[in-house]
């Protein structure tokens, strides 16, 4: 367990920074996912959650009250033969982070807790009456800095980084497509006036569309990659793939859950 002190405040949007920073980082790549639940869990909490407060997250089919002692890796039964090979492997390389703190392999989604607290992700301190609450470390470490990641992992997740720095005004322009409730199929622009309307310069520009057009429900008529800053083009988007592989995280709900949209693959 690693000695702190919980937050003074910890106001909605700081639960919602802290919750986007999660989502943006590695976390969501980190196996098993009670890794990235069990972080959400301990975000969204008000004055910490205890560990019955972590166990919605932890819910499934096979889990159906989110017990901590469950397992915490899928059965294999349940996954198609391309998530069954890449399994072992999985869990080799958690047996290793877990080592790296003298923990063992991963078991049940204790375990995995035990882990985020060894490695200082989250930290447990009693209240004023003395019930042990855990809270999240902020702002939130990012995989690379508490675990050995592979060359291969690190990379991927170092771009990961540098997206996110993106991620805001990717959203803005995504705003553009959606005035008033309506949704247009295309817009005409240049990065000069996207630079404006992100307030930010061209190459804010060109790497948020670049963003943009990663994940293939928006395309360009020129390769922003090369434009110059003040050439006119189209930017499209594809509504019915947008709703397919788009989430979204809208901050929280009333009753304090995390509110999110996702993609209708998933629904």
Same mark, same amino acid.
């Given at each position: 367990?690693?000695?702190?002190?919980?937050?003074?405040?910890?106001?909605? =949007?700081?639960?919602?920074? !802290? +919750? =986007? =920073?999660?989502?943006?980082?590695?976390?969501? #790549?980190?196996? *098993?996912?009670? +890794?990235?639940?069990?972080?959400?869990? @301990?975000?969204?909490?008000?004055?910490? @959650?205890?560990?019955?407060? /972590?166990?919605?997250?932890?819910?499934?089919?096979?889990?159906?009250?989110?017990?901590?002692?469950?397992?915490?890796?899928?059965?294999?039964?349940?996954?198609?033969?391309?998530?069954?090979?890449?399994? $072992?492997?999985?869990?080799?390389?958690?047996? /290793?982070?877990?080592?790296?703190?003298?923990?063992?392999?991963?078991?049940?989604?204790?375990?995995?807790?035990?882990? /985020?607290?060894?490695?200082?992700?989250?930290?447990?301190?009693?209240? @004023?009456?003395?019930?042990? #609450?855990?809270?999240?470390?902020? *702002?939130?470490?990012?995989? @690379?800095?508490?675990?050995?990641?592979?060359?291969?992992?690190?990379?991927? =997740?170092?771009?990961?980084?540098?997206?996110?720095? !993106?991620?805001? $005004?990717?959203?803005?322009?995504?705003? +553009?497509?959606?005035?008033?409730?309506?949704?247009?199929? %295309?817009?005409?622009?240049? /990065?000069?006036?996207?630079?404006?309307?992100? %307030?930010?310069?061209?190459?804010?520009?060109?790497?948020?569309?670049? +963003?943009?057009?990663?994940?293939?429900?928006?395309?360009?008529?020129?390769?922003?990659?090369?434009? *110059?800053?003040?050439?006119?083009?189209?930017?499209?988007?594809?509504?019915?793939?947008?709703?397919?592989?788009?989430?979204?995280?809208?901050?929280?709900?009333?009753?304090?859950?995390?509110?999110?949209?996702?993609?209708?693959?998933?629904?």
């Amino acid at each position: 367990m690693v000695a702190s002190t919980p937050p003074a405040s910890w106001t909605e =949007q700081d639960r919602e920074y !802290y +919750l =986007q =920073q999660v989502m943006r980082s590695g976390w969501s #790549r980190m196996r *098993p996912y009670s +890794l990235l639940f069990l972080l959400l869990g @301990a975000g969204i909490a008000e004055n910490g @959650a205890t560990r019955e407060d /972590l166990k919605p997250g932890l819910r499934n089919s096979e889990n159906p009250q989110g017990d901590l002692e469950a397992p915490c890796w899928e059965d294999p039964d349940d996954l198609d033969e391309d998530e069954q090979a890449r399994q $072992p492997q999985l869990i080799e390389t958690a047996a /290793l982070y877990a080592a790296h703190y003298g923990r063992p392999p991963l078991r049940t989604h204790a375990d995995v807790l035990d882990l /985020l607290l060894a490695a200082g992700v989250v930290y447990e301190v009693p209240n @004023a009456v003395g019930a042990p #609450r855990i809270f999240p470390k902020v *702002p939130a470490p990012v995989p @690379a800095d508490v675990f050995p990641l592979d060359e291969e992992e690190a990379a991927i =997740q170092r771009q990961m980084l540098i997206d996110s720095a !993106y991620e805001g $005004p990717s959203y803005r322009i995504i705003e +553009l497509f959606e005035p008033d409730g309506l949704r247009r199929e %295309e817009i005409v622009t240049s /990065l000069d006036r996207m630079a404006r309307l992100i %307030e930010g310069d061209p190459q804010d520009a060109r790497e948020a569309i670049r +963003l943009l057009t990663e994940v293939g429900d928006f395309t360009t008529t020129l390769d922003v990659a090369n434009v *110059p800053s003040h050439k006119v083009f189209r930017i499209r988007c594809a509504w019915e793939q947008f709703d397919k592989k788009r989430i979204g995280i809208h901050g929280m709900t009333e009753d304090g859950k995390l509110a999110v949209t996702l993609p209708s693959d998933l629904d």
